[in-house]
């Protein structure tokens, strides 16, 4: 049904694969392509600042997403994610460290040996009804962190461990620019994919799970199944992260990967809108830019009043940990459906533009 | 002999605090079914708070103390009407996450109020240590005991015999019942939270007391988890004594592993092992309605 240029006024669909196609006209799949041929271009325009940002919002997004999937679509929350990313990071860099294997295959079997971790706390604890799962990926993210500082076969213990630069084909991918397509191409593939599964009967199954667990049951769901599939994505997603971030930085440290960072994946999906793909991108993008925004407003009121009042150098990382709280709570409270819902509400104004109400 | 003794003994003090922080986030999570994640706030905003009035105003810790308390009081109940009441009919995700929020936004701005490191409280007792049965123990750890224990039985008699106390327990059982019975649930979820932030910041009072006051009491509400998956999530009774298994397994698990296993930080670690067996095992705790439902 791509042939069409502009929403028709109605519903005209006649087949249920028309109904859930990813792009619903001609104009919006030519615009989602020209957005990834600019970001193609990106780094011959960008400088290395905006590229890092950049590179960090697509492995946090990744990441990100993978969270949205478990707590947006299905309902369940985890308060370890940044355990797992942390683990994907140390799993990729010690597969090509020990067994010197090829860094492009250690990216997805990170991600595989993050879902295997993951289901050993998502097990016992996404079979039950109600948020066990919340408490035990709490437990997973104390329990990870202490085996991070202690595992010195696998992390490197306290002095971290180094990552090698992405190769492909003899070409190494250590600058900026070049990481930037590394990225850029598992952003697409990643968010494709996910897409796609909430277009099938199990992504329809799982938002039935959250929506309804009891009718979703009696729809034939098998609800265990489904609440820990979903974990285990959501621990894959974040092991890909992980695991880019590692090759990115090129050196791991065991500090980071703390709960206030897990906290901070959480924002991010809340912010973007929980329950949708896209907005876990914007979520991330806010994240990212969150602290740079911040850092640009201290350097700008310093030496006024309330500079010397509230003493912003040294609050900085403070005042950056109470605006992820408001932000969570504000969004919370006042747009539940985040940043997605909001660029909704501004196409929908642009679509009637002169005469919208 | 000895030193099992006091590993036992330690135990059940500092379990007995778990047991009276358990105890006020069951209190949270019965009557609205909320999963409170500031729990731990409560004892460090708590806790700053009698430092504060303690230290800056100089005033004697029997003045101080019930301030500290009707201020924790107003606090519990402004939070709720603020931040929690709009949440009503809200999914129970998002105001769990809410209550996520809450915590990183008091706890970031305890550490920029009061800064990082641990500061001591003013003594507060004459002597510093008592004997007890021929041990030594610091008097703060047996005014802590007793201030648990005088907290426990307080909870005991408020819900059995209180008129609040059964309205909230009615209010918990059900909430439909509840109202159709005149009682105000809007009023109860507010005192619950209120009753649940007084009486975790005397649980932060008396840590503060003990081993100063810093950020790391935040973890108390952490390390709540454990506890009350080990009694049952909705049981208060549960609450008390997984409170007290965790105190004395983490000691236990401490002193095995500076004696053999040299792994380092178990003191920390091994309360959330345990919750993940229980969670394999028996994952509705000790004492904890299991849920049946038949479809």
């Known amino acids: 049904m791509a042939n069409i240029s502009l929403i028709p006024c109605g519903d005209f669909k ?15 799949r030519n615009f989602a392509i020209l957005g990834v041929l600019l970001l193609l271009a990106c780094p011959f325009f960008m400088d290395r600042y905006w590229l890092n940002l950049c590179i960090q919002i697509g492995y946090l997004g990744i990441a990100a997403l993978g969270l949205n999937i478990l707590v947006g679509f299905t309902g369940q929350i985890s308060i370890g994610h940044a355990a797992f990313f942390g683990f994907g990071a140390f799993a990729s860099a010690w597969l090509s460290n020990s067994y010197g294997v090829p860094v492009a295959l250690a990216i997805p079997l990170a991600g595989v040996m993050t879902t295997a971790v993951g289901m050993v706390f998502g097990l016992p604890a996404a079979r039950l009804k109600g948020l066990y799962l919340a ?6 993210q104390y329990i990870l962190q202490d085996f991070f500082a202690r595992a010195g076969w696998f992390t490197g213990g306290v002095a971290g461990t180094i990552a090698e630069p992405f190769t492909l084909f003899g070409f190494a991918f250590d600058t900026d620019e070049s990481y930037f397509y590394v990225v850029l191409v598992y952003v697409v593939v990643m968010y494709v994919l996910a897409t796609n599964l909430m277009r099938s009967r199990d992504g329809r199954a799982l938002v039935a799970v959250r929506d309804h667990y009891l009718s979703a049951e009696i729809m034939g769901i098998n609800l265990t199944k489904y609440r820990t599939m979903s974990f285990g994505i959501s621990s894959f997603y974040a092991g890909i992260g992980g695991a880019l971030y590692a090759h990115y930085l090129q050196f791991v440290s065991v500090e980071g990967f703390t709960i206030l960072f897990s906290i901070q994946f959480l924002g991010m999906i809340i912010i973007g809108g929980l329950g949708s793909i896209m907005g876990s ?3 991330t993008a806010f994240m990212v ?5 911040m850092q640009a407003v201290t350097s700008a009121l310093q030496g006024t009043a309330i500079d010397t009042a509230l003493n912003l150098k040294e609050a900085i990382a403070f005042l950056r940990e109470m605006a992820i709280g408001v932000a969570i709570i504000l969004f919370l409270v006042f747009e539940p459906d985040g940043l997605a819902h909001r660029w909704k509400q501004i196409k929908a104004y642009w679509k009637l533009y002169p005469f919208s109400h | ?9 330690n135990g059940l003090i500092v379990g007995a605090l778990y047991g009276v922080v358990a105890m006020s986030f069951v209190l949270i999570y019965k009557a609205s079914r909320i999963v409170n994640f500031a729990q731990g706030e409560f004892l460090l905003i708590g806790a700053w708070t009698c430092w504060w009035l303690l230290t800056s105003w100089q005033l004697p810790f029997w003045i101080g103390f019930p301030i500290t308390l009707a201020f924790m009081l107003v606090f519990g109940i402004v939070l709720q009407v603020v931040v929690l009441r709009p949440m009503i009919g809200e999914p129970i995700i998002s105001v769990i996450m809410v209550t996520i929020g809450l915590s990183i936004f008091f706890q970031a701005m305890m550490k920029w109020m009061f800064g990082v490191f641990a500061k001591p409280f003013p003594p507060i007792f004459a002597s510093p240590t008592t004997n007890i049965l021929g041990l030594d123990v610091q008097t703060v750890y047996v005014a802590s005991l007793v201030i648990s224990i005088l907290i426990m039985a307080g909870f005991g008699w408020f819900f059995k015999y209180s008129k609040l106390g059964l309205a909230m327990r009615a209010t918990a059982f059900d909430q439909q019942v509840a109202q159709s019975l005149g009682i105000s649930v809007r009023h109860m979820f507010a005192m619950s939270w209120a009753i649940s932030a007084m009486v975790s910041a005397v649980a932060g009072v008396t840590v503060g007391v003990v081993n100063g006051v810093s950020s790391a009491l935040s973890f108390f509400g952490i390390k709540v988890f454990p506890a009350v998956i080990l009694g049952g999530l909705d049981s208060v009774l549960g609450a008390v004594i997984g ?12 002193y095995v592993d500076s004696q053999w296993l040299n792994w380092g930080n178990m003191y920390e670690i091994a309360p959330f092992y345990v919750l993940i067996i229980i969670l394999m095992i028996k994952p509705y ?11």
């Open chain 2, 1 to 9: 002999m000895t030193l099992l003794f006091q590993l036992l003994l």
């Open chain 1, 289 to 293: 830019l969150l602290p740079e925004v």
């Open chain 1, 135 to 140: 408490i035990a990926t709490l437990a997973a």
């Open chain 2, 285 to 295: 705790g000790l004492f904890g309605t299991k849920d049946i439902e038949r479809v």
């Open chain 1, 281 to 283: 991108l914007m979520g």
């Open chain 2, 243 to 254: 409170g007290l298994i965790v105190g004395v397994l983490e000691n236990f698990a401490h």
């Open chain 1, 14 to 28: 006649t087949s249920y694969g028309s109904d859930t196609t990813i792009f619903p006209t001609v104009t919006s």
